[in-house]
Each structure stands twice: as structure tokens, then as C-alpha cells.
């Protein structure tokens, strides 16, 4: 089963692009897209821990399970109310 | 910037300059026949700065995953209503390159008095930072960031009540 | 409706339709160069309503005296510096007779960041409600009213700390 | 001495007039150009007791003195969070 996955955001960055297609097998979550995402592009573990997932452009959790065709986004924090310390500068 | 200022849509992402008085009137047309009507508009305005933590700011770009993002609007939206009955609710947010003094987002609160209509607003620019799947991406003269908050939960009730405490203290 | 958006003063009594973009942009351009420079601006805008008190409203007119009405929101805008550093805050009231939906006041505070922004607007809307001398004549199918409160009084500290609480609570 | 006197929104509708001049002594406060005013148009007492003074468009106290050629203002209650028994209807 084929699965579209989106990064944003500096996950994107991280990633070098901001949309691919993965191969999974029947029954794999979302954490498992995430673990092909990182498996593909370790640089993007840098937000381990701290990425939302939405399937289907709808919150879900990683523990979700995926479809074929599904669109699975990953998200890193977002912007609102960062603090002095939240910026990732070059 | 809009062809006909009755059809803008009051939860929207987008890529054009935003115009404040374009979402208050469609608000104001929303509440006009609701219960008491519409007495009152709070907005919410938020601008580019020159400056961000003492860097001289060049531009910033706004990235939105924008098919979510109106849905978190919506969400926001049925929470303010619950909370403050007959209110509606609009959010404008734009994304793509914004220079110094070009507005990033506009909330809009309309009800038929204006504590409701005060309150609904600070809450909803307190949850769209809080969840609304936009980024900021800042470029300075000498480098660039992205500003990252906390990790976006719609179900997490203590950033809602924290949202609600701004508004209702 | 101004010929130019920079001339507008921040703080008037209008006999023209109002414009809160007018306001903001005037109000932006006033505190881009101050501190942290402008990153809000929270407005209050206050709309005829089709009811009141049950009755149809056919119009409003309101009446002002006009110098001290100026010179009250100078006040009110210094009392609002005062409580919130660097903020800048704008006051357009109309005068004349106002249709349903037609915006009598808009309120705007513009500061480096939102909460002293948002409570600034709401103080100033407080505080321009307490002791600005305007008065709404309200005009029914049937009838017509004045619409009075309080005595404007702007040494009053109770009505002060009345409107600090609303925007500090 | 001669004054200048503004009577606004519904003390103007009472007086039937909303400006007019009195002539006074030397010496006399705002609360005797109030007087004068009840005393040419006795409905204003609707108001009395709930009236502000403006000297030169600046508040003054009823104790204020005025001078030749001031504008004496009297001004109502205003509108601002009027509840529902603060309207003066026909």
C-alpha cells in the first residue's frame, strides 16, 4: 500500500523536500510512516518526539492506522506563543 | 483584493494581503440576525516587526497546512461559541512572503455586546497560536529561523483553559 | 474616505463614515519606531444594532462635544500608556446620524505584542464609555430615546479601576 | 459679564436650545449659570444633580468661577453602559 506523506515547516527542510510517497505494508500506523521518514532522512529526528501527525488533513495520533492512498502529514510545533529559547536559527 | 466582500469566507488561509474591514463586514452580516444582532466587533491584528529578539527582521515567510488549518479555525470557532453564545467568529491567516508592517493574520469577534465580542476574540488568537498548523519562518540580515512553540493538540484542555483564563480573567 | 491615510489623527470625532484600516495604518505607522516596534493591534469597533431593549431602531444619531471629547481620549490614551508601556491608542467616533449596521467607534491599541495590546483596547473602549461626552439619541418605529449612564467624570477612580479590571482581570 | 452656554443632547431638547448667552455678575460660579439656565427653562430640573460642567472645553467643578466671554458647557449623563432603565424615551 502507497501512502503520500507531507513535512512542513523545518521538518521539511530537514527532510530536503516536502512531499513523498512511501511503501507500506498492510496495517502500518502512523508511526510506522514516521519511522520510514526517518529511516530515509535521519536528519529529521532532530524533532523526534515533538511532531504532530495528521491523516487525511485531520489530527490523529501515531498510533493510527493507515490506508492506501491515505495523505499522512507530520507537523512540527507551531509558531504561536514561542518563547525566547524556540527559535532554530542557521 | 476581493471582487464581492459578502463572499469572503470568515475562516480562511491566504496568500493575498488581508483586509480587516472585508472579514468584519461578513461578520457583522452573520450576526446581524442572530438573537440580540451585532453591536460589536473585536479584532485582532497581527503585524510584522522590524525587529524579533534584536534582529533586524528582512521578511518572513508564513507556511500554512492550510486544509487543517481551516478545519482547527472551525474548531475554535465551535469552542468560542460554546462559551459565548451568539458570537461568530472569523480568522484570516496568510501565508508566503510578508515584509515589515504587513499583517500576518486578523481575528474577528462579532456579538451584540462587546464583552462577549472582547473575550471571544483574545480567545481565539490565544488557541490559533496555540494549534493552528502555521509556521513562521524568519529571515534576518544574517541568517534565518523557524519559530517553534509547543506541538499542536486541539485535545489538550490545559492549553484550552488556558486560552479561555486570557480571555475570562 | 481620507485623502490620505497618514494624515488621520489618531483621535477624532468624525462626521464621515469610519475606516478601521485607516486607524490601524496610522497607528502602526506611530509605534513601528518605538521600542519593540509593532507586532498588534487590537481594535473595538461598535456597530448600530437592528434592536434595542426589544425595539426596532430605525437610526441612531449621536452628539458630541467634540473639543473635549478629543481631549478626553488624549486622556484616556495617556492613562493607557501609563498602564501599558509603548502602547499607542486611537479613537474615531462618529457623530450624525448613524443606520442600522454603520459603525459609531472604532477603538484600536497597537503595541509590540498582543496582551498589551488586546487590554489596552479594551481599557480605552472601557474608559471612552465612562467620560467621553457623547450622547446616542435612539430613534424607534415609535418613539425615540436618549440613552444616559453615568456623569462623566474623569477624575473618578472607581470608574478607572472599573475599566482597569475589564482589560486586566 | 457675559457668557456663552452649551447645553448638550437632552438638556438642549428640554431648553428647546442648545446654545445661548447669559449675562452675570462678576464673580459668579458655575453653579449660578446653571441657575440661570433652570431659571429661562425650568425642564432642564429633570437633570439637575446629574450634570457636568466644561468651562473652555475642559471639565470644571460647579464651584468653578467663570469669566467674561467663557463657554460654559452642561452636559448629561453620557451613553457609555447605559443599562435598561437609563433611557429617556418619548
Given amino acids: 500500500m502507497r501512502v503520500t506523506v507531507q513535512l512542513f515547516a523545518r521538518l521539511g527542510d530537514l527532510a530536503g523536500r516536502r512531499e513523498e510517497t512511501y511503501d507500506l505494508a498492510p496495517g502500518a500506523r502512523a508511526a510506522d510512516v514516521w519511522q520510514a521518514v526517518v529511516t530515509a532522512h535521519p536528519d529529521v529526528r532532530a524533532l523526534a518526539g515533538a511532531v504532530s501527525c495528521a491523516i487525511n488533513a485531520d489530527f490523529a495520533p501515531l498510533t493510527a492506522e493507515v490506508h492506501d492512498d491515505d495523505e499522512v502529514a507530520f507537523l512540527p510545533p507551531v509558531s504561536g506563543g514561542a518563547g525566547q529559547d524556540d527559535r532554530h536559527q542557521r | ?169
Same sequence: chains 1, 4.
Wanted: hydrophobic residues 45%; aromatic residues 6%.
Fill in chain 2, 1 to 169: 483584493m476581493y471582487t464581492d466582500r459578502m463572499i469572503v469566507e470568515p475562516l480562511a488561509v491566504l496568500r493575498q494581503p488581508l483586509s480587516v474591514e472585508t472579514l468584519v463586514a461578513r461578520l457583522e452580516a452573520d450576526t446581524r440576525g442572530a438573537g440580540e444582532g451585532c453591536g460589536a466587533v473585536a479584532t485582532f491584528i497581527g503585524i510584522v516587526r522590524a525587529t524579533s529578539q534584536g534582529r533586524q527582521v528582512r521578511h518572513l515567510e508564513y507556511e500554512a497546512f492550510a486544509p487543517l488549518a481551516v478545519k482547527v479555525f472551525q474548531g475554535i470557532a465551535d469552542e468560542a461559541r460554546r462559551e459565548w453564545h451568539d458570537v461568530h467568529v472569523g480568522v484570516h491567516h496568510r501565508v508566503g512572503r510578508l515584509m515589515v508592517g504587513e499583517t500576518s493574520v486578523v481575528v474577528a469577534a462579532a456579538a451584540a455586546h462587546r464583552d462577549a465580542a472582547c473575550r471571544a476574540c483574545r480567545y481565539t488568537i490565544e488557541r490559533v497560536k496555540q494549534i493552528a498548523p502555521i509556521w513562521k519562518h524568519e529571515y534576518f540580515e544574517d541568517g534565518d529561523a523557524w519559530v517553534e512553540g509547543a506541538v499542536a493538540d486541539p485535545a489538550d484542555d490545559r492549553a484550552r483553559l488556558a486560552a479561555r483564563a486570557c480571555a475570562c480573567a
